[in-house]
């Protein structure tokens, strides 16, 4: 006993004997038992219970029982000593060893400890197997973290499945987010299935929030309540690129809630309306078939990615009809006429109404592809065309105009004033009437430069001595030798093609007459029972059944077989009176009449 003042307090030691007369106390512990102030050393006793491991120190009036440490103890005691990873991991290694109360007692023992000491990281992580499958202890510590402002830590791992938390427990977790952190709320949007939560409750409030401009910064402090916290916006980022977050969001959240027209439309008009930087926005459209309701929203499509949008346009015209994508492009100009111009190119009757729109387009806007539609179009307007494109001094489109129009004189005239001879010259071929080549000749006159690109280009439209017999005694030509010189190049070189070309009919008359003359010569079989097509008897058999007289035979080329007598008969009734001539005469003047009637 040891002596407190003047009470003699019982000592209960752990020795360990080292020499014969020396212990080391391994431990030692004060026992203050009842009525210990009265009991004297010789009134304690201690006994073993050896099935229960069990010591037991007793007096008169009281009993300690005493074991051995358990896991219990040893968890109890590392707690005690802060030392808490290793807590954490004999939790996890010896988890078959301790109870389900035990389990969880010391596990939200450790997960309240790292709160206290501000360790989030360390505490969300070992959530999951703390926390397990049970969804009230994951709401519990998604409560603790939330009046800590971590939310964020945990997030990433809070479950969405074995288990799963009630439905507005998720919705809450999302408008903690919209309202505290973009960025997070965003991810949990991309990460977080459908099912777990109202989309359309969420596409609400990020409406709320946009109109209401809560993701500015330095805006009025709005709070949402999770439990009894309550929270202030703390948004980081321009106000732009907040915003596209947002918008990014919200057509996630049209798409999971099946609204795919009101998703393309947040699309198109966000941020990620670049192609190449959103998403396959083509895509939805056709596997959604949202062709006719994407009419409303043609501008924006093209915005998007011009050549796939026209490639829809074009390909379903039919649910995107021409006069409504024309009507909703009307006052973007550039986008009006490529996409006229892919329709039109691809089918004309479609573009009939708009074809005064397109001529003034192309001549604003793209003049090169002006030619190719005036080419094309069979319904232009040519008095208008023509005084469109003079103004605009587009002189090849309107000489093709004029060309069209039949008024070539006219043409001719305009092309030899603004263009080059060549020019004159090629619309002369092109048209290649007489009158034409005199006008050009005559407008030549006088012109040497008209003149040596008459005689250099003129080849064979013309004969060169028209050009050459208005050319002046006095008038210099450049480069006139050349010229002659050329000119007697082409008309060999004519001469020589003709005749080559005549060889060739020649040879190939020959070749056609011979095969003739020997298809002519080829043998024609006469089966026993070939008919006649006039009596429809057996060819080789009496004309007249009553008669033993065999009629001869005429065979045509075309294979059709007669008795004489009857296409003689047949003959005379249809050509009335004949000459009589003899049957090799008659033959060679007949004609098969079965050919002849068809």
Known sequence: ????????????????PTHLNYCDIINEEMLKMQDYRNCNPCDYNMCCIYEDNTYVVYNGMDIIMGSPRNLVDHLNWLFENEIY?????????????????????FGFRYLNVMLARNEYEKAAINCGDILGKNADYWEKFIYAFTQQGELKTLSTFIPTSDPQLRPQFYEIILLFFLREDHTQFLTLIKQWPSHLYSAQVLIDEVKDTMEKGRFKRDHEEDSLSVGSLSTTPRHTGSSAHVSGMLLEALALLYQRNGQYYEALKVYLSGESAVAGKGPDVFGIIDKQNLYSQMVSEVEPLLKYD???????????????????????????????LEYLDRIYFSDPKQCVLFHDKMLRLYTE???????????????????????LCSQKRLWKETVELLRRSGDHSRALRLTLDNLQV??????????????????????????????????????????????????????????LRDSLVKILQDYNLQTNLTDGCNRVLVKDCFDLMSRMVHTQKRGLLVPTIRLCLLCGSSIVSPANQSSSYVSDVIAFNCSHVFHSDCLITSTTRRTATREKLSLSRQAAEMFCPQCESA
């Open 306 to 336: 011009k050549m796939r949008a026209l490639d829809i346009l074009e390909k379903h015209v039919d649910e995107m009809p021409v006069n409504e994508c024309a009507a909703r492009l009307k006052d973007s100009r550039e986008f009006l």
């Open 422 to 479: 060549q020019d004159a010259i090629n619309y002369c071929k092109q048209v290649d009437e007489a009158f034409l080549w005199d006008q050009l000749i005559d407008a030549s006159k006088g012109n040497p430069g008209y003149i040596s690109g008459l005689l250099n280009n003129i080849g064979t439209h013309v004969d060169p001595i028209k050009v050459i017999s208005k050319i002046d005694r006095d008038l210099e030509i450049p480069k």
């Open 85 to 105: 990873d290793e807590a954490l991991k004999t939790i996890k290694n010896r988890q078959s060893e301790l109870k389900e109360e035990q389990f969880r007692d």
């Open 365 to 387: 806007l793209n003049p090169e592809r002006l030619m190719a539609f005036l080419k094309e179009d069979p319904d232009i307007d040519f008095q208008r065309a023509v005084s």
């Open 1 to 16: 006993a040891e002596y407190m003042g003047e009470e003699k307090v019982p000592i209960f030691m752990i020795l360990n």
